[in-house]
């Protein structure tokens, strides 16, 4: 069975991001983690890999973010070419407990689930089957 | 020497004795006397045997003078000695006056004293008679002189010498070619004609000047006379020509004369002092006057506006113009009045003169006023007028014509045709009426519908008039008009209340009182507006609600005047625009202050509109309940709902607040906390979760702690306000944010000239410029030196605090209204920043009932305003 190899993870917080980081190697061993905290930083970093790029990636999404939120981030997303965003899983990492980003997470087609932090050894185990 | 003849006239012989005697003793000359008794019949005798000297014995009587008389006249120039008697001493000395030469007296006869007299009296004598004769002669040469003189000096052409029987003596070459003509010759008779004034010259001595004509020829002839040589000289030209130029311009002026004289207008010469020299008949019947008193007078004497002075200055500034032209007026001789107008011409001959001519324009003066009085009638008159040409273009229209209609004069004049005011509702037949009518020549008077700029149809009572010439030709059309849309309205209403007032009386009594009693009970008035008029008639009810009596202004406008001062710009449109514009029921709540007692009340008005059979609005009727009770408790739901409605967003805010913030850290301490045991980990990893930990159980007991913060803030709103100075805030900010502000340069300038205090609570407001403060320190730019301006200005009833950075703004349209919210943050990296300063500062400015905006550029500067009521 494989798992995905590629992570990427878009949150403003360092510490979530060292914490995440930390979780999955521990967890899938020897994996490519991408982290950004600026998440203008991590949508250029998708555009341009994924446009040639054939490895699938899991991308972790922070909701609360400063100059662009998690929302925002999905909707300059959504203009990338299929190519790209075939190859992209998305799950939003929020701390949010509010059942309305779940329910928005929920509505959109390109996000694939809503992880609460922090992750978890058996939510990682159950997303990073291909 | 020859002996000297004497006549003694002697009647006494005894005398003559003794005068011979003393003769004869006398040795220094000889003489011969004869003695005569009397002289009157020797007159002859004496003039032949010429007497050196008479010796006269004066007689005392009256006699002596009269002989005396006789010997002079008879002796001429022979000297007279008188012998007299001692009392005739007196007569003897008026006698020498006369002509005698000496008198001696017979007592002192003596020969010494004869013989003396008689020598001096004949040698003095003697000298009389030289004198008289050169005398002669130069009256001869004076003459001859005079005569020289008058003789012409031009060279005369003519020069003919005739002597005193008219027999011509000498004529010149010039002359000649008169001989064929007058028949003259040398030695031949001149003309009779010529002969017969001649003559008297030879009489009378004198030169003299005269003319003759012969065919055309006209000459002048200078006769002068040499009477001792006894021919005459003529000296002649030919003067035809010039005797023609004289006439002509004797002819010319005659011309001239008779045009002046005969001229409608009056005609003055005058000199440089104003004093007339010459008028005419045309003035004297202007003045009244004759022309000889004209003739005394001068200027000022007629002139009645000028005074001398002017009238002087006058003169000599149009000497220097030349001419003049201008109006005033005379007096008449009866003392009346006149209107002129003077046209001066200046003369330059001799001293200078003026020729002027007057025109009485006191007909054309009253024919002006009368137009003036007219223009004003037209201008005030109070009805709209106007005039056309033929075509039906516009000459003319008065203020009240503009008024009525909207226009301007500009957009009527020469640009349209009275078509403009055709309202276009009248029948087709009655405009063509009216136009047969005013072609024909008539006038056409009536009402008529017409329609203003703004498209509003008035009523028109009026007259329209073709204007004729000479000839009957329309040249154009004269149009009056009055307003009388208001008198229309008022027939309409009359009868509408005449028949109001049919019906009513009849069923009144028991159907009021009920009404009334309902009335009071649900606090409904009722209303009915009249369009017509503009008046309404109310309910008890109603006067009460609106606390009025029945002398209250029942218009519109007395209507508005009771509706709320906020409220009243708004009902006025909705009654004109809603109700009566789109023909809607009225249906509204508002405010009114009681006309009586000033009070505040909420008001429900219903109306409906009812027409009249053509679909005019006619009228409203309907009720205006006070609900100022239920208002108010309405108002309060109102008020508490919408509190409400903000605790819960201030609810939900919250929840969100801890659903985000303060489970972020929690999430982190829960991450961290699952792998912090993990044997895998390396030392460095580990430390790094420590450290992570820390921060993160840090962050969340700041969250707490803002939490806590700022639901104090809600509540610490009832806390004692105080009078804070600005100035004073911003220094001590200064002093608390020196660690901040590091070695940067900051600025931080503040001009509080226009109000430099406000009461209020000072631990808010040390909030509210400390978080600014600091925000501008957070996000200033890092190359350029920060300045903060601060700035308050005073507005009518609010006061305005102004914050403004050179820092690196932030971009609103991207940002919006987040920028309040709380742990709402814009920057990322570098800046530190946990999104509290700016909801606290809005959260602290809204308690205390401010408000706050923000205008940003990226790159420019950010400036924060927040507004109170003062």
Not at chain 2, 591 to 599: E, L, W
Not at chain 2, 752 to 766: C, H, M, Q, V
Request: hydrophobic share 35%; proline share 2%.
């Amino acid at each position: 069975m494989n798992t995905f190899r590629k992570y990427i993870i878009v949150d403003d917080d360092s510490f979530n991001n060292t914490i995440c980081s930390l979780i999955l190697k521990n967890i899938l061993g020897e994996i490519d983690i991408k982290t950004f905290k600026v998440p203008e930083e991590g949508l250029e970093f998708i555009e341009n890999e994924y446009m040639t790029n054939l490895e699938p990636a899991i991308l972790f999404l922070d909701i609360n973010m400063p100059t662009l939120s998690g929302w925002e981030f999905m909707e300059q997303y959504e203009k990338f070419s299929e190519e790209v965003k075939k190859q992209i899983s998305i799950y939003i990492l929020s701390s949010s407990l509010d059942q309305r980003d779940k329910d928005k997470a929920k509505m959109n087609p390109y996000i694939k689930g809503f992880i609460s932090k922090p992750l978890n050894r058996e939510t990682i185990l159950s997303i990073s089957q291909i | 020497m020859r002996p000297i003849t004497i006549l003694l006239i002697e009647d006494n012989p005894s005398d003559v004795r003794l005068i011979r005697g003393m003769l004869k003793e006398i040795s220094y000359f000889k003489s011969n006397l004869i003695s005569m008794e009397t002289l009157i019949e020797d007159c002859e005798q004496i003039q032949k045997n010429n007497f050196d000297i008479i010796l006269l014995d004066l007689k005392p009587d009256s006699t002596g003078r009269q002989t005396f008389q006789k010997v002079i006249d008879c002796s001429k120039e022979i000297p007279v000695i008188l012998i007299t008697g001692i009392e005739d001493e007196k007569l003897a000395l008026k006698l020498i006056m006369e002509g005698a030469q000496d008198y001696i007296p017979k007592q002192n006869l003596n020969p010494v004293l004869l013989g003396k007299s008689i020598l001096y009296s004949i040698e003095r004598q003697a000298l009389l008679r030289n004198i008289k004769k050169l005398n002669v002669q130069i009256g001869r040469i004076e003459k001859e002189r005079i005569r020289l003189a008058k003789t012409p000096s031009v060279n005369p052409a003519l020069i003919l010498h005739v002597a005193g029987n008219g027999k011509l003596l000498y004529i010149n070459e010039a002359g000649i070619k008169l001989l064929p003509d007058w028949q003259l010759r040398i030695n031949g008779i001149i003309p009779s004609r010529l002969k017969d004034i001649i003559d008297p010259i030879f009489i009378e001595g004198t030169a003299i000047e005269f003319e003759l004509s012969h065919r055309e020829l006209i000459y002048s002839f200078c006769a002068v006379p040499f009477i001792e040589e006894g021919y005459i000289n003529l000296y002649g030209r030919d003067i035809t020509e010039r005797k023609q130029a004289e006439e002509a311009l004797r002819e010319s002026e005659e011309k001239h004369r008779t045009i002046i004289q005969t001229s409608i207008y009056g005609f003055w010469l005058v000199d440089m002092q104003g004093r007339l020299l010459e008028v005419n008949e045309t003035y004297c019947r202007m003045s009244g006057y004759s022309s000889q008193e004209l003739l005394t007078m001068c200027i000022s004497d007629l002139e009645a506006v000028e005074m001398a002075d002017y009238t002087a200055a006058h003169i000599q500034k149009i000497k220097f113009l030349g001419e003049g032209r201008f109006e005033s007026r005379h007096r008449r001789k009866d003392g009346s009045i006149f209107d002129i107008e003077v046209s001066v011409q200046y003369q330059f001959v001799e001293n200078g003169r003026f020729v002027i001519f007057i025109q009485d324009i006191s007909e054309r003066k009253r024919t002006e006023e009368a137009l003036l009085k007219l223009e004003k009638a037209i201008y005030t008159s109070g009805e709209a007028i106007f005039l056309t040409d033929r075509e039906g273009v516009f000459t003319f229209v008065n203020p009240e014509f503009c008024s009525l209609y909207g226009f301007s004069s500009d957009e009527l004049i020469g640009k349209t045709t009275p078509r403009i005011i055709d309202s276009g509702v009248l029948d087709k037949s009655f405009n063509k009426v009216f136009w047969q009518t005013l072609l024909n020549g008539n006038e056409v008077r009536g009402e008529r519908i017409n329609k203003r700029k703004d498209g509003t149809l008035i009523n028109i009572d009026g007259s329209a008039t073709p204007i004729i010439d000479e000839e009957k030709k329309i040249i154009g059309f004269l149009g009056i008009q009055r307003d009388i849309t208001e008198r229309k309205l008022t027939e309409q209403a009359l009868i509408i209340a005449n028949k109001e007032l049919k019906k009513a009386g009849e069923e009144l009594t028991e159907k009021e009182f009920f009404l009334r009693e309902s009335q009071r009970a649900g606090n409904i008035g009722s209303y009915k507006t009249n369009f017509i008029t503009g008046y309404w008639q109310s309910s008890e009810t109603l006067d009460s609600i609106f606390g009025i009596d029945e002398n209250y202004d029942r218009s519109i406008a007395g209507w508005l005047e009771i509706v709320h001062p906020d409220d009243r710009k708004n009902m006025d449109e909705y009654l004109r625009l809603e109700v009566i514009g789109k023909r809607k029921s009225f249906n509204k709540e508002y405010r009114i202050v009681r006309n009586d007692d000033k009070q505040t009340k909420w008001v429900w008005g219903l109306g409906d509109l009812k027409s009249d059979e053509s679909g005019n609005i006619v009228e409203m009727i309907g009720t205006i309940t006070d609900i100022t009770v239920k208002k108010y408790a309405e108002l309060e739901r109102v008020k508490m709902t919408m509190d409400l409605i903000q605790r819960n967003k201030d609810l939900e805010q919250f929840t969100y607040i801890v659903s985000h913030n303060l489970r972020a850290p929690v999430a982190n301490i829960l991450g961290a906390t699952s792998i912090l045991f993990n044997p895998e980990l390396s030392t460095k990893e580990k430390d790094v979760l420590n450290r992570g930990l820390n921060e993160s159980v840090n962050r969340l007991d700041n969250v707490v702690k803002d939490l806590n913060h700022i639901l104090q803030i809600k509540s610490k709103i009832n806390e004692i306000k105080e009078e804070v100075n600005f100035s004073d805030l911003v220094e001590e900010i200064k002093i608390s944010i020196q660690d901040l502000t590091g070695k940067d340069h900051i600025k931080i300038k503040y001009d509080f000239f226009e109000i430099d205090s406000f009461l209020t609570l000072k631990s808010y407001f040390y909030s509210i410029f400390y978080n600014l403060i600091s925000n501008s320190l957070k996000y200033r730019q890092p190359d350029i030196p920060l300045v903060i301006v601060i700035k308050s200005r005073k507005l009518k009833d609010k006061m305005e605090l102004l914050f403004k950075d050179n820092g690196i703004g932030i971009d609103l349209e991207k940002v919006g209204d987040k920028v309040f919210g709380l742990y709402k943050r814009f920057h990322s990296g570098g800046i530190e920043g946990k999104g509290m300063g700016l909801y606290m500062v809005k959260t602290q400015v809204e308690s205390l009932g401010g408000k706050i905006s923000i205008s940003s550029k990226v790159n420019k500067g950010t400036e924060f305003k927040i507004e109170f009521k003062l």
